[in-house]
């Protein structure tokens, strides 16, 4: 709606008014979306957003905004703010946009939202309590504002949220709930009610008077200030418009940081020793300052700067310095050390080396600019192991399968050499520890960075405790589910979505009560709505199980397809099941699904290969039983043991030509080692009763594989005996008795240990 009386005056640069040496714990998350695809667009939504960005920067907050976001760019806006809220941050939220209530809770829409099923609540809307909950998990006090209490763009719409499917209609204005402690949640209106967008060009009246407030009094009290707010908006809008808080700080909080209120003839972000002069004139035995200086340092979420620009500057001691032009890319700030903050964004890592730039200029000493370039070298370990959406992490990531295992374990040992202080370090380590299958390694590393406060150690940790994939009677990693969900539950706390989605994940497949399936239902939505592949698969999967309490399968494939969206191979995965056993209620697709299965095999997916070589077995697709085989070993190589079983069946039934006795045996062994019990007794019956020449042939042909120059004749000579003991003593593996199947079964085993699966994918 528009109200002509709206408030001027707000966009007077607070720059004019105050100091402004921002500092890395506080921190503001700002959007602004005016133009949507499919409903009524807003005057002044992205105006609002800017100048409160503005705004915010001018007071001394780190900013983080976007404007006209759609749900994918509202995911990618949240995982940035999760990798730079530190602990003890302070945070602000603001929201201009469209925004409507369902039920008992309230959605932020992103500018693509299009409610064309009543199952597409989850993927095509933001939770509000679930922004708040996220942003002030790790941080200290959190305050929200909105302004999207508009007319509600789908009247007489009615959508599902939560598992029953219940559905709801939608409503303007938004409900109350409760928020977190030490936060406050200033809505544009009240309850129920509809707010005003204002004139076109302008602010909304909202808007507007909360920028006049922070320019009149920027160090009000929050409740004061909002207070104060309140009454601007009611006078502006003729009583037609009340804006409405919910508070629950127990101290007090100021949009202006304590150290910003300074006289306006203060010098924003200066800092120095006392003893330093304040003049730019080099002493009697001081060379000049340079015009440019460049710092070689290493990047980390925190670069001190201090003790390397001074050095470069020709300096014993940092004389006075402050910002006038600030870094493009972080954040140099004066809290008494010089320090750089880098922004932290996700960055797929494909080298081992890698330099990060920013510059940024200084006054020193009162008078002289120097260009400070930053050079900052990337540690190997956090190239070759970072993980994905780290709380904890620079942002370089890698997936499980793209981890160069050999690489990843040396860099980060000798990473944790130089500072074993630093957890990241060692929950990387862990990460190729695993990959080497080295569990446990990867579990001791897990749990010590996890004691250590590293937020996603404790979910690596809780997985291996859970995990179905270790063989905990050759590794000494113990069973333990209640520790698991104790970690889950302290990496929840801090918003970890991956935490989120194992713990969800369980109780939804095992809940007893119904409120145990719910929180399992809302644990892994609320991942989902982050970009959590995972949980977007689990809940497909979730609703498509046609022996299942909930099956819906519209609702499933809105999962599945938002996560296909994402380029996960899971979902490509879920989505050729879908086809294949026509899942969405119409007829098989047998080309849609080998097409899903190609692109979730191509991707690295362990068990699509077998899906493809089955579906060419039983005539589904026009392929040659060698094209079958192939894709059957290829599974096997990524350790299904299906793959491995599956390809000595076609073999030894003379279903495809080319292959002899002996090369299915050597993939039966292979899958024989390999954790799904049922494959690897089908591999054990494959095996038995075969003759010994067969045994023996493919005993030499594993060992060719394994680099073992052996003539395969049928014969266990003494050049086959010394390199099976040279293979065995090599894996750590005891001797095996003398016969054929004995030997060849321990030699598949080293050479699993030589080749380890990847159980991180499965």
Same mark, same amino acid.
């Given at each position: 709606? !528009?109200?002509?009386?709206?408030?001027?005056?707000?966009?007077?640069?607070?720059?004019?008014?105050?100091?402004?040496?921002?500092?890395?714990?506080?921190?503001?998350?700002?959007?602004?979306?005016?133009?949507?695809?499919?409903?009524?667009?807003?005057?002044?939504?992205?105006?609002?957003?800017?100048?409160?960005?503005?705004?915010?920067?001018?007071?001394?907050?780190?900013?983080?905004?976007?404007?006209?976001?759609?749900?994918?760019?509202?995911?990618?806006?949240?995982?940035?703010?999760?990798?730079?809220?530190?602990?003890?941050?302070?945070?602000?939220?603001?929201?201009?946009?469209?925004?409507?209530?369902?039920?008992?809770?309230?959605?932020?829409?992103?500018?693509?939202?299009?409610?064309?099923?009543?199952?597409?609540?989850?993927?095509?809307?933001?939770?509000?309590?679930?922004?708040?909950?996220?942003?002030?998990?790790?941080?200290?006090?959190?305050?929200?504002?909105?302004?999207?209490?508009?007319?509600?763009?789908?009247?007489?719409?009615?959508?599902?949220?939560?598992?029953?499917?219940?559905?709801?209609?939608?409503?303007?204005?938004?409900?109350?709930?409760?928020?977190?402690?030490?936060?406050?949640?200033?809505?544009?209106? =009240?309850?129920?009610?509809?707010?005003?967008?204002?004139?076109?060009?302008?602010?909304?009246?909202?808007?507007?008077?909360?920028?006049?407030?922070?320019?009149?009094?920027?160090?009000?009290?929050?409740?004061?200030?909002?207070?104060?707010?309140?009454?601007?908006?009611?006078?502006?809008?003729?009583?037609?418009?009340?804006?409405?808080?919910?508070?629950?700080?127990?101290?007090?909080?100021?949009?202006?940081?304590?150290?910003?209120?300074?006289?306006?003839?203060?010098?924003?972000?200066?800092?120095?020793?006392?003893? =330093?002069?304040?003049?730019?004139?080099?002493?009697?035995?001081?060379?000049?300052?340079?015009?440019?200086?460049?710092?070689?340092?290493?990047? &980390?979420?925190?670069?001190?700067?201090?003790?390397?620009? %001074?050095?470069?500057?020709?300096?014993?001691?940092?004389?006075?310095?402050?910002?006038?032009?600030?870094?493009?890319?972080? *954040?140099?700030?004066?809290?008494?050390?010089?320090?750089?903050?880098?922004?932290?964004?996700?960055?797929?890592?494909?080298?081992?080396?890698?330099?990060?730039?920013?510059?940024?200029?200084?006054?020193?000493?009162?008078?002289? !600019?120097?260009?400070?370039?930053?050079?900052?070298?990337?540690? =190997?370990?956090?190239?070759?192991?970072?993980?994905?959406?780290?709380?904890?992490?620079?942002?370089?990531?890698?997936?499980?399968?793209?981890?160069?295992?050999?690489?990843?374990?040396?860099?980060?040992?000798?990473?944790?050499?130089?500072?074993?202080?630093?957890? !990241?370090?060692?929950?990387?380590?862990?990460?190729?520890?695993? =990959?080497? %299958? &080295?569990?446990?390694?990867?579990?001791?590393?897990?749990?010590? %960075?996890?004691?250590?406060?590293?937020?996603?150690?404790?979910?690596?940790? %809780?997985?291996?405790?859970?995990?179905?994939?270790? &063989?905990?009677?050759?590794?000494?990693?113990?069973?333990?589910?209640?520790?698991?969900?104790?970690?889950?539950?302290?990496?929840?706390?801090?918003?970890?979505?991956?935490?989120?989605?194992?713990?969800?994940?369980? *109780?939804?497949?095992?809940?007893?009560?119904?409120?145990?399936?719910?929180?399992?239902?809302?644990? *892994? &939505?609320?991942?989902?709505?982050?970009?959590?592949?995972?949980?977007?698969?689990?809940?497909?999967?979730?609703?498509?199980?046609?022996?299942?309490?909930?099956?819906?399968?519209? !609702?499933?494939?809105?999962?599945?397809?938002?996560?296909?969206?994402?380029?996960?191979?899971?979902?490509?995965?879920?989505?050729?099941?879908?086809?294949?056993?026509?899942?969405?209620?119409?007829?098989?697709?047998?080309?849609?699904?080998?097409?899903?299965?190609?692109?979730?095999?191509?991707?690295?997916?362990?068990?699509?290969?077998?899906?493809?070589?089955?579906?060419?077995?039983?005539?589904?697709?026009?392929?040659?039983? $060698?094209?079958?085989?192939?894709?059957?070993?290829?599974?096997?190589?990524?350790?299904?043991?299906?793959?491995?079983?599956?390809?000595?069946?076609?073999?030894?039934?003379?279903?495809?030509?080319?292959?002899?006795?002996?090369?299915?045996?050597?993939?039966?062994?292979?899958?024989?080692?390999?954790?799904?019990?049922?494959?690897?007794?089908?591999?054990?019956?494959?095996?038995?009763?075969?003759?010994?020449?067969?045994?023996?042939?493919?005993?030499?042909?594993?060992?060719?594989?394994?680099?073992?120059?052996?003539?395969?004749?049928?014969?266990?000579?003494?050049?086959? $005996?010394?390199?099976?003991?040279?293979?065995?003593?090599?894996?750590?593996?005891?001797?095996?008795?003398?016969?054929?199947?004995?030997?060849?079964?321990?030699?598949?085993?080293?050479?699993?240990?030589?080749?380890?699966?990847?159980?991180? *994918?499965?």
């Amino acid at each position: 709606m !528009r109200l002509g009386a709206h408030l001027a005056g707000a966009a007077v640069s607070l720059a004019a008014l105050f100091g402004s040496p921002a500092t890395a714990e506080r921190i503001a998350v700002v959007v602004g979306n005016q133009d949507y695809e499919t409903v009524n667009d807003l005057s002044n939504a992205r105006a609002d957003a800017r100048r409160m960005a503005e705004t915010l920067r001018e007071m001394g907050f780190v900013v983080f905004d976007d404007y006209d976001v759609d749900r994918e760019g509202f995911e990618t806006l949240m995982r940035q703010s999760i990798l730079n809220v530190d602990e003890g941050a302070e945070i602000v939220f603001f929201y201009a946009g469209h925004g409507i209530q369902i039920g008992r809770r309230n959605y932020l829409l992103p500018t693509d939202v299009a409610f064309d099923s009543i199952y597409d609540l989850p993927v095509e809307s933001i939770t509000l309590d679930r922004v708040i909950d996220l942003l002030s998990a790790r941080g200290d006090v959190h305050v929200a504002m909105i302004d999207a209490c508009r007319e509600n763009p789908f009247p007489d719409t009615k959508l599902a949220g939560e598992l029953d499917a219940s559905l709801f209609e939608t409503r303007s204005g938004f409900d109350v709930f409760q928020t977190p402690l030490n936060s406050l949640l200033a809505f544009s209106t =009240a309850p129920g009610m509809v707010a005003y967008d204002g004139e076109e060009g302008g602010h909304s009246p909202y808007t507007a008077a909360i920028l006049e407030a922070m320019r009149e009094h920027p160090d009000a009290e929050a409740t004061e200030l909002f207070s104060r707010v309140r009454a601007r908006v009611y006078e502006a809008t003729g009583g037609r418009q009340v804006p409405w808080e919910s508070s629950t700080l127990v101290r007090p909080f100021t949009f202006l940081s304590a150290e910003a209120r300074q006289p306006e003839s203060a010098t924003p972000e200066t800092t120095g020793t006392g003893g =330093a002069r304040s003049s730019s004139s080099p002493g009697p035995d001081e060379p000049p300052l340079p015009e440019t200086v460049t710092l070689t340092l290493p990047y &980390d979420r925190s670069v001190a700067l201090g003790p390397a620009l %001074a050095e470069a500057l020709g300096r014993g001691e940092l004389p006075p310095v402050s910002v006038v032009e600030r870094a493009a890319n972080g *954040l140099v700030t004066m809290n008494g050390a010089m320090t750089y903050a880098p922004t932290i964004t996700e960055r797929r890592a494909d080298t081992l080396a890698q330099t990060v730039t920013d510059s940024v200029t200084l006054e020193v000493g009162g008078g002289a !600019r120097v260009e400070v370039n930053l050079e900052m070298e990337v540690n =190997a370990c956090d190239l070759a192991a970072g993980d994905a959406l780290d709380p904890g992490g620079v942002g370089f990531y890698r997936l499980p399968n793209e981890i160069p295992v050999a690489e990843a374990r040396a860099a980060c040992s000798a990473a944790l050499e130089a500072a074993p202080d630093v957890a !990241r370090f060692r929950y990387q380590l862990g990460r190729a520890q695993q =990959a080497a %299958a &080295d569990y446990e390694a990867a579990f001791r590393s897990f749990r010590h %960075a996890a004691d250590a406060g590293h937020v996603r150690a404790m979910y690596a940790t %809780a997985r291996l405790l859970t995990s179905q994939q270790v &063989d905990r009677d050759l590794f000494d990693v113990p069973e333990d589910r209640a520790r698991a969900n104790a970690l889950l539950e302290r990496g929840i706390a801090a918003g970890d979505p991956f935490a989120m989605h194992l713990l969800g994940r369980f *109780l939804l497949r095992n809940g007893e009560t119904d409120a145990e399936l719910e929180r399992g239902f809302e644990l *892994l &939505d609320r991942a989902a709505e982050l970009g959590h592949t995972y949980s977007m698969n689990e809940l497909g999967v979730y609703f498509l199980n046609t022996d299942g309490a909930h099956f819906l399968p519209e !609702r499933g494939l809105r999962y599945l397809r938002a996560s296909a969206a994402r380029e996960d191979i899971y979902g490509y995965h879920n989505l050729g099941f879908v086809e294949l056993y026509a899942l969405d209620g119409g007829e098989p697709d047998y080309g849609a699904a080998y097409a899903w299965f190609v692109r979730a095999a191509e991707g690295g997916h362990p068990r699509a290969p077998a899906d493809l070589g089955r579906m060419i077995v039983r005539g589904q697709v026009d392929e040659s039983p $060698r094209e079958a085989v192939r894709w059957y070993d290829m599974g096997l190589a990524r350790g299904d043991g299906w793959g491995g079983v599956n390809a000595a069946n076609m073999i030894l039934n003379g279903e495809v030509t080319g292959f002899s006795t002996a090369e299915a045996l050597v993939r039966a062994a292979k899958a024989l080692h390999l954790p799904d019990e049922e494959a690897a007794a089908r591999a054990r019956a494959q095996i038995a009763g075969q003759t010994e020449r067969d045994l023996a042939r493919a005993i030499q042909r594993l060992l060719n594989e394994l680099g073992e120059e052996v003539t395969v004749d049928g014969v266990i000579g003494p050049r086959t $005996r010394a390199a099976i003991e040279a293979r065995i003593v090599a894996a750590g593996l005891p001797q095996p008795g003398s016969a054929p199947s004995e030997m060849l079964t321990a030699l598949a085993k080293a050479y699993w240990a030589e080749n380890p699966v990847r159980s991180d *994918l499965f």
